[in-house]
């Protein structure tokens, strides 16, 4: 029976192993599954964009051709409630156990920076929940060779904290059932398909591992940023929000003989924004030349406790970062606020003094 509608009951969200043109099961098309479901997930978009170049000539109007010289570009963007760190292990960040090494450290040296994602979608009216391979009107969206662009994770009061990634791909594939397919993956040089290594996607599940958290709850966030300046005890003022966000912009590397780019290369430096928006409560002392001549340093820490244990769930920690701004509001009806913006940059692997580091539980 044809679907009349999809709606989120029937979808899922999976990303494979790196590299995304690699095996995706331990021993070639058989062995355990590398293919692993992403949990708590909110939304999923995906597109593809195709640039064509005119090839125009003397005597007539419109072009003769309209020529592909570039690669699609394939884009995805997801987010999800943030409950642990396992869908970030997932995904290529790590170590996420201490503070010793950057968390893109595995991006950086490429080996967990390739994947492929795979949509998942069931017949209508069924949750995708404990579903297996052989039940009919099962769909795969499968993007291939995909290097996330961009990490974001925020929190209000209200509201549960959740992450965005966005993820730019060479390649999209439409596939009929869940296992049997080939990857989504093409090869760079040529943009030929792949079609000696196959995927399978395990049936859905409701949490990772032994993880019985839900989600994170805002009344669970804490902050360690030691900010006194301009007026503004960071520690007095009673935070409403924040938002954490870096860049990894890619840069297609191509050469003449390939139709693709045959490396898309991150950008440096990667520069990792901090924003906290906070309720004023007192005003203390302070001086923007001050600011200016010492120039300060600050390691910003953001915990967030399980709900159930009050143990350290996840932990975000910029080391090194600087104040970029200090804005003010107030208005009639209004509570007096203030919006601090810091910024560190992401070293190298072996540099644990500056950049962003996460720590926390992974399953």
């Given at each position: 029976m044809a679907r009349n509608r999809i709606i989120y009951q029937s979808e899922a969200l999976y990303v494979g192993p790196s590299p995304a043109t690699g095996d995706h099961y331990s021993a070639g098309n058989t062995g355990a599954n590398l293919v692993n479901q992403l949990h708590r997930i909110q939304t999923a978009n995906y597109s593809f964009n195709i640039a064509r170049q005119d090839v125009n000539q003397f005597g007539e109007l419109a072009a003769i051709d309209r020529v592909i010289l570039e690669s699609p570009t394939v884009s995805l963007d997801f987010s999800y409630l943030l409950n642990s760190f396992a869908n970030e292990e997932l995904l290529g960040f790590?170590?996420?156990?201490?503070?010793?090494?950057t968390c893109i450290s595995g991006i950086i040296n490429k080996t967990a920076d390739e994947k492929n994602y795979f949509i998942r979608t069931v017949g209508e009216g069924v949750d995708a929940l404990n579903v297996g391979s052989g039940l009919a009107n099962q769909n795969v969206i499968a993007i291939g060779n995909g290097f996330i662009t961009s990490y974001s994770t925020e929190a209000s009061v209200g509201n549960f904290p959740t992450v965005t990634v966005n993820v730019e791909g060479l390649n999209m594939q439409f596939d009929a059932g869940v296992t049997g397919n080939h990857i989504p993956a093409v090869l760079p040089a040529d943009g030929s398909k792949i079609t000696t290594k196959q995927y399978g996607l395990d049936p859905v599940s409701r949490s990772v591992g032994a993880d019985t958290v839900s989600a994170l709850r805002p009344g669970d966030i804490t902050f360690d940023l030691g900010y006194a300046e301009g007026g503004v005890s960071i520690d007095d003022a009673k935070i409403q929000s924040y938002t954490l966000s870096f860049d990894l912009a890619r840069e297609p590397l191509q050469k003449l003989g390939?139709?693709?780019?045959?490396?898309?290369?991150?950008?440096?430096?990667?520069?990792?924004?901090?924003?906290?928006?906070?309720?004023?409560?007192?005003?203390?002392?302070?001086?923007?030349?001050?600011?200016?001549?010492?120039?300060?340093?600050?390691?910003?820490?953001?915990?967030?406790?399980?709900?159930?244990?009050?143990?350290?769930?996840?932990?975000?920690?910029l080391e090194k970062a600087k104040l970029d701004s200090q804005e003010f509001s107030s208005s009639i009806g209004d509570n007096k606020a203030v919006t601090l913006t810091f910024s560190t940059q992401i070293g190298g692997p072996s540099q644990t003094d500056r950049g962003l580091f996460m720590s926390g539980v992974k399953d």
């Open positions: 790590g170590p996420l156990d201490s503070y010793d090494v390939s139709k693709f780019a045959f490396a898309r290369e991150i950008t440096f430096p990667v520069t990792v924004n901090l924003s906290i928006d906070a309720l004023l409560g007192d005003l203390t002392t302070g001086n923007l030349a001050d600011i200016i001549s010492t120039d300060k340093d600050y390691d910003l820490q953001i915990n967030i406790k399980n709900p159930s244990t009050s143990d350290l769930q996840v932990s975000y920690k």
